[in-house]
């Protein structure tokens, strides 16, 4: 009982940080011991959302470009490691839940002769999505709401609503 406690007054502490820091929470959060090393204010939580120990919340601004911007919708969970890397949008639903050490990010590189070009389409999941454990989700894919990605997934194409996708690269095997 004392622990639940102490981890309430830790957690709302660490909302206050973050909030002095720029980031955009919106009600309560549970938030772990989680890294976000710059653009604090181009990130946003809804309320009700979980962040286990070691998530991370990378944003970067390319000169040229309009701000990136990194939504978490209400009642959304993350697992222990998740990362979400942003550049330009990348959205999450409400009612989400990712597994461990996912990674989810809007943007690549493309090789052009000795050097390399970020390019980057928004990434969208949408709501009640459920996301395994060690999957990766590339740039420009909607994860329609209601969607299972299984774990160790690769998903290079969007998946629709209401689908169960699996594999490296992630393919739909069956409708929910």
């Not at 181009?42 to 070691?54: R, Y």
């Not at 944003?59 to 969970?77: D, F």
């Not at 697992?79 to 461990?100: F, H, K, Y």
């Amino acid at each position: 009982m004392i622990h639940r406690i102490i981890s309430g007054i830790v957690s709302r502490l660490r909302n206050l940080y973050w909030k002095s820091r720029g980031v955009r929470i919106r009600g309560y959060c549970r938030l772990g011991r989680i890294d976000i090393p710059r653009e604090h204010r181009a990130l946003e939580f809804e309320k009700d959302v979980a962040l286990e120990d070691g998530c991370s919340f990378i944003i970067s601004s390319v000169e040229g470009r309009s701000p990136p911007r990194l939504k978490v919708g209400a009642n959304s969970y993350f697992n222990r490691g998740v990362i979400l890397d942003a550049c330009e949008l990348l959205t999450i639903g409400q009612s989400v839940m990712i597994g461990p050490n996912s990674y989810i990010t809007d943007h690549d590189h493309a090789l052009k002769g000795d050097r390399s070009d970020l390019i980057s389409q928004p990434t969208c999941i949408e709501d009640a999505v459920w996301i395994g454990a060690n999957v990766c989700i590339l740039k420009g894919v909607t994860v329609g709401a209601g969607s299972v990605i299984g774990a160790g997934s690769v998903v290079t194409k969007s998946v629709p609503p209401n689908c169960l996708a699996v594999g490296n690269p992630a393919k739909v095997v069956r409708e929910l």
